[in-house]
């Protein structure tokens, strides 16, 4: 079993998907936190409810099924003068000590849909069934959720790990085709291209790797 840390920089640049996926769950079974093969819930389908045909006019905290009332009463509630609202500071005597002011919110009339008592109480069984189903699939989901939570840690470390090899990787790459550069450029006198190799501080940092590697090249 090869474990994260037994992987070089090159080794981790280059992994596929699967490689990944399985060093990910060697990983999560060294942490003792869930593998990549936990199945999803299957949720429970949620009945769909008969939406509400009645229209009812509301005006204000007023509700009618007339329209023509409802039109009435915002008219009525729309001419008064002296209509007033209450309220209260909280934090100086609470509700037990009011004041009233001028109601200014317009008055109009809005329409939604509702159903009836008989509507309502035939849905009733419904309505908790659909609740209860609700709830299972939102806890199976939350269990789930935080099971892969547990594992996320995990998953995070090995892809950082891979992003921080490839781009060393990157690095190392690009050092390589510097010195493959000056070493053409000092007509293949490799003492001279380690000088100057040597001098560049943006490579040179590299440089034992990058003669590892170019030597490597030449064997072929």
């Known amino acids: 079993m090869k474990k994260l840390e037994d992987y070089t920089n090159e080794e981790?640049?280059?992994?596929?998907?699967?490689?990944?996926?399985?060093?990910?769950?060697?990983?999560?079974?060294r942490a003792g936190v869930p593998?990549?093969?936990?199945?999803?819930p299957v949720l429970k389908e949620v009945s769909e409810i008969k939406e509400p045909t009645t229209e009812i006019y509301m005006i204000d905290n007023y509700y009618f099924t007339d329209e023509s009332e409802a039109n009435q009463m915002?008219?009525?509630?729309?001419?008064?003068?002296?209509?007033?609202?209450?309220?209260?500071?909280?934090?100086a005597g609470g509700s037990s000590y009011k004041y009233y002011k001028k109601y200014d919110p317009a008055v109009s009339v809005?329409?939604?849909?509702?159903?009836?008592?008989?509507?309502?109480m035939d849905l009733l069984d419904i309505l908790k069934t659909k609740r209860d189903i609700e709830d299972y699939n939102s806890d199976i989901t939350k269990e789930y959720n935080d099971a892969i939570s547990e594992r996320?840690?995990?998953?995070?470390?090995?892809?950082?790990?891979?992003?921080?090899?490839?781009?060393?990787?990157?690095?190392i790459?690009?050092?390589?085709?510097?010195?493959?550069?000056?070493?053409?450029?000092s007509g293949?006198?490799?003492d001279v291209a380690k000088k100057f190799?040597?001098?560049?501080?943006?490579?040179?940092?590299?440089?034992?790797?990058v003669l590892k590697k170019y030597s490597e090249m030449d064997s072929k």
Do not use: G, H
Not at 78 to 91: G, P
Not at 152 to 171: C, H, Q
Not at 200 to 207: A, F, I, L, P, R
């Open 110 to 120: 809005k329409k939604a849909y509702c159903y009836s008592k008989e509507e309502y």
């Open 197 to 209: 190799f040597k001098q560049n501080e943006k490579v040179s940092e590299y440089m034992d790797i």
């Open 152 to 171: 996320r840690d995990t998953v995070d470390m090995v892809w950082d790990e891979i992003y921080n090899a490839k781009y060393e990787m990157k690095k």
């Open 74 to 91: 915002s008219a009525l509630l729309s001419s008064v003068k002296s209509r007033v609202t209450t309220d209260y500071n909280y934090n």
């Open 12 to 29: 981790l640049s280059v992994l596929t998907d699967l490689e990944i996926e399985n060093l990910i769950d060697i990983e999560c079974m």
């Open 35 to 40: 593998l990549s093969i936990m199945p999803k």
């Open 173 to 185: 790459n690009e050092a390589l085709d510097i010195y493959k550069k000056y070493v053409e450029l």
């Open 188 to 190: 293949e006198d490799e």
